[in-house]
C-alpha cells in the first residue's frame, strides 16, 4: 500500500503555465516513486489521484530522460493480465552535496537523489570562520567537479547556530565561537548550483523524516534532540519543521534547569546543554575518573563496564531525562530521537532517561510517547542537509524561494 503522498502548494500571480504543471506533475509522481519504490502505475495513479493515463504519460517521459527504470513483474507474480511494471528512481541520475559544519565533526558528502552516499570528506576544524569555511567551499568545489553540472541537484548546508536567514547569516552559534558570520555568501561565491541552509537540529530532523530505515513510516510529530558540544532541538509538526516567527525555534538547549547553576556559553546560567550535551559528559568522566576522554572512548570504557565511567553516563542520562519531561509535557510528541552520546550508549541511558520521564510526568501525558535514538548515529544532520537539497526538488514541503543565495525557509 502506498504511504499518502506529500500535498503541493502553488502560489501564482496569473494562470498557472503548463510548464509549471507539467514540472509539478513530473515532481509528485517523481516523490510518490521515491517514498514508494517498486509500485506499479495504477498504484501511483491511486496515491497521487492522477489519471492512469496521466501517469502513464509522465513515466514514459522520465523514462525517456533516464530518471525513473521500470521492472517487469515475473509472470507467474500475478493471477491474471498483463503483467505490470514496478518503478523506482534511477540511481545516480541526479546527485546533491551535503554539508555539515560543526565544532567536533565538519563533512561534506556527494549523494545522489536516492539518498546514497557516493563520496564523504571530513575536514578539520578551523575557528577562524573565514578559513574554515574556505576549506568547505573547496570540498564542495571538488566533489561536484566530479560529476556532470546538469546532475546537480543543489547543495544543502546545516550549521550548528542561529540563522538571521533575511541577512544570509549566523548570527549566534555560540559552541563555534561565531557571531554574525555571512555564511550563505562566503560558500556559495562562484558557485551557480542553488544552496539551501539551516541549523542542524531542524536538519537532523528533517534527515530523520526523510530517510527512514527498514521502511519505517515516516514521524510526523516528533523532537529530534542534538547533544553534539550543545544541544539543539529539530521540531516537525504535521510533518513540517517548526522555524518560529524569527526562524529560531527549538532552543531548548538553553531552557533553564538549575537558576544557580553552571555558566553556560550563551551568557546563561544552568542552560540543559551544561548537563547533557557531550561536552557536559566529558567534564563529568573527567571530574570522576580524571582523564579526559572523547565521546568514543567514553562509550568504549562504558562497554567495558568501567563503573566511574557508567555513573557518569547515567548522571548525564539523568539530566537529558529532565530535559526529555519538559518536551515531552509542554509539545506531546509521538516520539523524541536523540543522537549522539546518548545514541552510542544507549542501553544505558534509556533507561535512566525513562526514570526520570516517569517520575516528572503523568502518565497520561507520557504514555504512547517513544523516546529512541536515531538512525544515522553522527551523520544525522549530514543526511538532513542531503535531505534539505532534495526537498526543493521533490517538494515533500515547500521551502520558498532562494534569492540571491538566501534560503527564505516557508513551510506551507
Not at 521540531?235 to 522555524?243: A, E, R
Not at 525555534?249 to 555558566?263: Q, W, Y
Request: hydrophobic share 45%.
Amino acid at each position: 500500500m502506498a504511504n499518502p503522498v506529500s500535498a503541493l502548494t502553488f502560489t501564482t500571480q496569473g494562470a498557472l503555465r503548463k510548464s509549471a504543471l507539467r514540472m509539478a506533475n513530473d515532481r509528485l509522481v517523481l516523490n510518490c516513486i521515491r517514498e514508494n519504490p517498486k509500485l506499479s502505475r495504477i498504484d501511483i495513479s491511486r496515491a497521487t489521484k492522477l489519471s492512469p493515463s496521466s501517469v502513464t504519460f509522465i513515466v514514459k517521459r522520465l523514462t525517456k530522460e533516464r530518471l525513473v527504470v521500470e521492472e517487469r513483474v515475473a509472470a507467474g507474480a500475478v493471477q491474471a493480465g498483463r503483467p505490470p511494471t514496478l518503478l523506482e528512481l534511477t540511481p545516480l541520475a541526479r546527485f546533491v552535496v551535503g554539508v555539515s559544519i560543526g565544532r567536533w565533526r565538519t563533512q561534506t558528502v556527494l549523494a545522489d537523489w536516492t539518498g546514497t552516499v557516493v563520496e564523504k570528506r571530513d575536514l578539520e576544524w578551523n575557528a577562524a570562520p573565514t578559513q574554515m569555511l574556505r576549506q568547505v567551499r573547496e570540498s564542495i568545489g571538488d566533489l561536484l567537479s566530479r560529476q556532470p553540472e546538469k546532475r546537480i541537484l543543489g547543495i544543502g548546508v546545516s550549521v550548528a547556530g542561529t540563522w538571521d536567514t533575511n541577512a544570509s547569516t549566523v548570527t549566534n552559534a555560540v559552541n563555534l565561537g561565531w557571531h554574525d558570520v555571512a555564511v550563505a555568501p562566503a560558500l556559495s561565491q562562484g558557485f551557480h548550483h542553488p544552496f539551501y541552509f539551516d541549523n542542524n537540529a531542524n536538519l537532523a530532523a528533517l534527515g530523520e523524516r526523510w530517510f527512514r530505515i527498514g521502511g519505517k513510516q515516516p514521524l510526523n510529530d516528533f523532537v529530534f534532540v542534538t547533544l553534539g558540544s550543545g544541544i539543539g532541538t529539530g521540531i516537525i509538526v504535521g510533518g513540517q519543521v517548526v522555524q518560529g516567527a524569527h526562524g529560531r525555534a527549538g532552543e531548548f538547549g538553553h531552557m533553564t534547569l538549575f537558576p544557580d547553576g553552571r555558566k553556560c556559553f550563551c551568557g546563561n546560567f544552568g542552560c540543559w546543554e551544561e548537563y547533557a550535551s557531550d561536552r557536559a559528559l566529558i567534564r563529568m568522566v573527567a571530574e570522576k575518573t580524571g582523564v579526559t576522554c572523547d565521546v568514543p572512548m567514553i562509550a568504549a570504557l562504558a562497554e567495558q563496564g568501567d563503573s566511574s565511567v557508567v555513573q557518569a553516563v547515567r548522571e548525564a542520562a539523568s539530566y537529558l531525562g529532565l530535559g526529555v519531561a519538559n518536551l515531552i509535557t509542554g509539545l506531546n510528541p509521538e516520539a523524541i530521537v536523540v543522537d549522539d552520546w546518548a545514541s552510542a550508549m544507549w542501553p544505558i541511558v534509556e533507561p535512566e532517561v525513562w526514570k526520570v520521564v516517569r517520575a516528572r510526568v503523568p502518565e497520561a501525558w507520557w504514555r504512547g510517547v517513544r523516546i529512541e535514538r536515531c538512525q544515522h548515529a553522527e551523520d544525522a544532520s549530514l543526511f538532513g542537509a542531503v535531505a534539505l537539497a532534495l526537498t526543493r526538488h521533490f517538494h515533500s514541503f515547500d521551502h520558498g524561494e532562494t534569492v540571491e543565495g538566501r534560503n527564505v525557509v516557508q513551510f506551507q
